[in-house]
């Protein structure tokens, strides 16, 4: 379940030491989670960015590549959860969107928390 996380990390650290910034889009699981915060302790900021769930299946349900009814919306999220661990990440953020509004909503909070924990944009 970390084979992402592992495969990245020499990457990751390369960017980081060179004084970069880096933004992992799709932290899936509570071993991926695990295995970035051992290897990048302090340096690891994590952002959950959710949707409430009958908009996120709203939105599921009108996208142009791959929609899925609610019923195929629900048992993705059940799947996630029980098999992919993805609460996990979740649960242990340092900070949370609620990504309700519009994409322009989205970009200005976490804009914010950036901000907030001094990182520049």
Do not use: Q
Not at 3 to 20: D, Q, R, T, V
Not at 30 to 47: G, P, Q, S
Not at 104 to 113: S, T, Y
Request: avoid cysteine.
């Amino acid at each position: 379940m970390a084979a992402f996380a592992i495969l990245s990390l020499p990457a990751i650290e390369k960017h980081l030491a060179a004084g970069g910034k880096v933004v992992i889009d799709g932290l899936y699981s509570w071993t991926e989670f695990r295995e970035l915060k051992a290897n990048l302790a302090a340096r690891l900021l994590i952002v959950s960015i959710f949707t409430p769930r009958a908009e996120r299946y709203r939105r599921l349900s009108v996208r142009p590549v791959r929609p899925l009814t609610a019923a195929e919306a629900e048992s993705r999220d059940f799947a996630e959860i029980e098999r992919i661990e993805k609460g996990g990440p979740i649960a242990f953020a340092d900070h949370t969107i609620m990504n309700a509004g519009t994409v322009g909503d989205l970009e200005k909070a976490l804009i914010e928390i950036l901000g907030k924990e001094g990182i520049r944009v």
